[in-house]
């Protein structure tokens, strides 16, 4: 019997940007910060892992190989799926993070009961990204800034780039060099 193909999956992408954040994290606290089971979570782990995005021997993000990934590939491997207006979360470039230093005509949001911006709907990486404006602002700026790479032009990619660069290379130098 052949083994199965383990394939990567959207919600990977955001148990990596998180273990970024705090990568410390016991596997409860990872899964409790992303809205996932630990099982999940360490499943994601593997994953990540097998994707190389996670050094082999421990749950440190390969920093270089992440920001490549997020830059080059972000966008075929889960590719953008855009809706009807909304009202939801400003991501990508309607975020904070990029809003102030881009001007745009046409907002994306995150579809979410709560929102407070009407715009195009943007489907997130993870069914409860919106939440995470409020629960963990870090991460969701990381993923605000990741959606920029996912449907962003020229600009915004070069900018959101620079931005997960910062982000990421400050928790690396915070933890003595892991990444």
Same mark, same amino acid.
């Given at each position: 019997m052949?083994?199965?193909?383990?394939?990567?999956? +959207? !919600?990977?992408?955001?148990?990596? @940007? &998180? $273990? =970024? %954040? =705090?990568?410390?994290?016991?596997?409860?606290a990872l899964a409790g910060s992303v809205g %996932?089971? #630990?099982s999940e979570a360490h499943s994601s782990v593997s994953r990540l892992k097998l994707a190389a995005l996670l050094r082999p021997d421990k749950r440190t993000v390969a920093t270089s190989s992440l920001i490549d990934f997020l830059k080059? /590939? $972000?966008?075929?491997?889960f590719p953008p799926h855009f809706g009807p207006q909304s009202l939801g979360i400003p991501t990508a470039h309607s975020a904070p993070s990029l809003s102030s230093r881009l001007s745009s005509t046409e +907002? !994306? #949001?995150?579809?979410?009961?709560? /929102? =407070?911006l009407l715009g195009m709907s943007l489907t997130p990486l993870c069914s409860s990204a919106a939440e995470f404006a409020a629960s963990n602002p870090p991460l969701y700026e990381l993923l605000t800034?990741?959606?920029? @790479?996912? !449907? /962003?032009?020229? @600009?915004?990619?070069? @900018?959101?780039? &620079?931005g997960i660069r910062e982000k990421l290379e400050a928790t690396v130098d915070r933890l003595g060099g892991l990444g």
């Open positions: 052949a083994d199965k193909q383990r394939s990567s999956r +959207p !919600i990977d992408v955001v148990v990596a @940007l &998180q $273990l =970024t %954040i =705090t990568p410390e994290a016991v596997y409860a %996932i089971s #630990v080059y /590939g $972000l966008k075929h491997a +907002p !994306i #949001v995150w579809p979410h009961a709560d /929102g =407070t800034l990741a959606d920029s @790479l996912r !449907i /962003g032009q020229s @600009l915004e990619r070069s @900018l959101a780039e &620079q």
